[in-house]
């Protein structure tokens, strides 16, 4: 029986952790070879045809999809054009993106059979082995499937309590992963509440940890490689201090190639020497979430902030010359454009190497997603759900947010223009608000830097501002 597992990348240098781990579990479970589970990964610029033609060309009895926001309108197109060219194919849909609304998956695109709802290497491996044997999947724990008489919901998979159980695919599959980011675990889930995300995943068990020598055995197997990138996918690396800092021994003591690592980290985590072991281990990328810092929004969706200590957090990784993304959501219910513009400007006041916005995306299964009616949240009910108002912020508050998401792609590492927000009676979003109105008022192909010096320079001009300083600083950030 052939089995072809496919995704659709964002971001093709990502290595696609969910569909090695469903491999491993079908060789290590079901002992199948290696060459009868192939995988297939394809660009975000990648077409149906495309992909369909390639995932024909292999003549797959099963195809599994690895959906997610990015990817879940092409790969329901494909499952369509699969299917009408090999009828006989089953297609099991699996991640985040179906699994919450498996029910409404099934419904609306026929050509899909079955939809897993839980961690997918148990149930996946399970559908296999009956679909090999010449069963079905009633009794199949965590799927949704359909049959001829409708569409049916089995019981719920158990959670898999020790995660040592789960084959390890760093460590049981011959992948070549030359020159591409590795994607790795060392834990699952989340203890936090946030209701706008969705790695707790609905569990009981909202935290579960790899063993600490597997964990350092796969990192030790890809140190070797010559490998891009390191990317440590827990929700929160340093979730347990102690944990992560012996992690970042062991990265320090063995990573000769000074391979790069990226993790997620939690800023009210972070002391001192947390940060100088993850500067020697080589960490290269750190994701810090701030998300807002209004207290309604915060506690409308359950969001954690100990200002004092996420403020020590964000010193020592300045001290210790840590390149970081702060990150804020605009859009969150509770926040209104005053305390959004309010958090911007104190988001730049930290003075971070790169400041990001996000727009709140109202993902399926979130506990935001099962409280929008409560909160009159409206937002796109297609892919990728982004907000579009909410009983605290209208349409134009939140158009307002977005245009600002977009402008902070454009200048947010042009640090001249977070110097503006320091000068008297001035904020940084008001820096900002008047690069939207300028960048309005110049439509232009001139690249970012290019024609946010010139902003700048007629900012300055206007407002009578002493400009050399600023000048020089732009002429080095245009480069």
């Known amino acids: 029986m052939q089995i072809c597992l496919a995704t659709q990348h964002a971001d093709a240098d990502f290595a696609p952790l969910a569909l090695l781990y469903l491999k491993a579990s079908l060789v290590g479970r079901l002992a199948l070879r290696g060459d009868d589970v192939v995988l297939l990964e394809f660009p975000a610029s990648a077409s149906v045809q495309q992909i369909v033609d390639k995932i024909l060309q292999h003549q797959p009895d099963i195809l599994g999809l690895s959906c997610y926001v990015w990817n879940i309108t092409t790969l329901t197109a494909v499952c369509r054009g699969v299917k009408a060219r090999r009828p006989g194919i089953r297609i099991v849909l699996g991640g985040p993106e179906v699994g919450p609304v498996a029910a409404s998956v099934l419904a609306t695109n026929r050509a899909a059979d079955v939809v897993v709802r839980s961690e997918g290497e148990r149930p996946f491996a399970d559908i296999v082995a009956r679909w090999m044997r010449g069963d079905g999947v009633a009794d199949v724990l965590g799927v949704t499937y359909r049959t001829e008489a409708g569409i049916h919901a089995n019981d719920d998979a158990p959670i898999v309590r020790d995660l040592d159980e789960l084959p390890s695919p760093h460590l049981t599959l011959p992948t070549d992963l030359t020159g591409r980011t590795v994607c790795l675990e060392t834990q699952r889930g989340c203890v936090f509440r946030c209701n706008f995300c969705f790695y707790n995943k609905d569990l009981s068990i909202r935290n579960r940890r790899f063993d600490l020598e597997r964990v350092k055995e796969e990192i030790a197997h890809w140190l070797r490689q010559d490998v891009r990138e390191l990317y440590l996918m827990d929700p929160i690396f340093n979730l347990n201090a102690g944990r992560a800092k012996d992690i970042c021994r062991f990265i320090a003591a063995h990573n000769h190639r000074r391979t790069g690592v990226h993790a997620e980290v939690w800023a009210e985590f972070i002391d001192d020497e947390l940060a100088a072991l993850m500067r020697d281990a080589g960490f290269t990328f750190l994701e810090v979430g701030l998300q807002s810092t209004d207290g309604s929004a915060l506690a409308t969706v359950e969001r954690r902030l100990r200002l004092q200590r996420f403020l020590d957090g964000v010193e020592a990784l300045k001290r210790h010359d840590l390149w970081w993304e702060l990150q804020l959501i605009v859009g969150l219910p509770g926040e209104t454009r005053a305390s959004f513009r309010r958090s911007l400007s104190f988001a730049a006041s930290l003075d971070p190497p790169v400041l990001a916005v996000y727009p709140l995306m109202v993902l399926p299964g979130t506990e935001l997603w099962r ?109």
């Open 371 to 479: 409280k929008a009616d409560e909160l009159r949240l409206v937002y796109d009910r297609r892919p990728p759900y982004h907000v579009r108002s909410h009983y605290s912020m209208s349409d134009d508050d939140v158009a307002y947010g977005l245009r600002v998401v977009r402008a902070l792609h454009d200048i947010g590492d042009f640090r001249a223009l977070r110097g503006l927000a320091r000068e008297r009676d001035l904020t940084y979003a008001d820096v900002v608000d008047a690069w939207i109105t300028w960048d309005d008022a110049h439509p232009g192909d001139e690249r970012a830097g290019y024609r946010a010096k010139h902003f700048l320079i007629e900012f300055c001009d206007r407002r009578r501002m002493p400009a050399e300083r600023y000048r020089e600083l732009a002429s080095c950030d245009a480069g």
